[in-house]
C-alpha cells in the first residue's frame, strides 16, 4: 500500500514536473512572439514618424523653392517694366523732338517683346493678387504704347499729345509702386515704409 502511494506521488510529481515545463516552454513563446510584434509595432511607428518628417521636410523645401520661382519672376517683372518704360518715355521725348529715327523704335519694340516674354513667364508663377496687379499694368502700359505711337504717327487722341502722355507715365509709375508693394507682401517683405516716389518722367 505504501509502495502504491509512493508510487503515485512520484507520477503526480512527473504529471506536475512535466505541466511546468510544458507551461514554461509555452510562455516562453509567448513572450517571444509578443516580444516580436512589439518589436514590430515600434519599428512601424518610427518609420511612420520619420515618413512625416521627410514629408514635413519636403514640404517646407517646396515652399522654399516656390517662393524663390516667385521672387525670381517678380524681379524679372520689375527690371523689364523699369525697362521697356524708359524706352517708352525715351520715344516719346524722341517724338515731341522730331528725331525719331528706325534704331528708335526698334529700341522700344525690343524692350516691349522682353517684357511680354518676361510677363509670360510671370503668369505662371504669380500669386492670383500679383497677377490681378500685373494684368492691369500690361493693360496701361499697352495703352500708353498705343497713344505714344499714335502722336508719332501724327493721328494723336484728343487728350494724346505730349504733355497728356507724360502724364500716363506718372500713373504708370504710381501704379507700379503699389504692384511692387503687393508683390512685396506676397514674398512675405512687406511694404516698404517711408519710401520716396520717384516719378522719373
Not at 509578443?34 to 514629408?55: C, D, H, K, N, T
Not at 494724346?160 to 500713373?171: C, L, M, N, T
Amino acid at each position: 500500500m505504501t509502495f502504491a502511494i509512493s508510487q503515485g506521488d512520484s507520477m503526480g510529481s512527473a504529471l506536475i514536473g512535466l505541466a511546468a515545463a510544458v507551461v514554461g516552454v509555452t510562455g516562453t513563446l509567448i513572450a517571444s512572439v509578443l516580444s516580436q510584434r512589439l518589436l514590430g509595432r515600434v519599428q512601424a511607428e518610427q518609420f511612420e514618424r520619420q515618413q512625416q518628417v521627410a514629408e514635413a521636410q519636403w514640404h517646407r523645401e517646396q515652399q522654399v523653392a516656390e517662393l524663390n520661382r516667385r521672387r525670381d519672376g517678380y524681379m524679372q517683372v520689375n527690371a523689364s517694366f523699369r525697362r521697356y518704360r524708359t524706352h517708352l518715355i525715351n520715344f516719346l521725348w524722341t517724338v515731341h523732338k522730331g528725331a525719331v529715327t528706325p534704331e528708335a523704335r526698334e529700341s522700344v519694340e525690343e524692350a516691349r517683346r522682353d517684357h511680354h516674354s518676361v510677363f509670360a513667364g510671370a503668369q505662371l508663377i504669380a500669386s492670383t493678387a500679383v497677377l490681378a496687379e500685373l494684368d492691369e499694368m500690361t493693360t496701361a502700359l499697352s495703352e500708353v504704347y498705343r497713344r505714344t505711337m499714335c502722336l508719332e504717327e501724327g493721328n494723336p487722341d484728343q487728350d494724346g499729345s505730349f504733355d497728356d502722355i507724360r502724364a500716363d507715365f506718372v500713373r504708370l509709375w504710381d501704379r507700379w509702386e503699389k504692384m511692387r508693394g503687393i508683390m512685396r507682401t506676397d514674398l512675405g517683405i512687406g511694404h516698404a515704409v517711408g519710401a520716396p516716389s520717384a516719378t522719373g518722367a
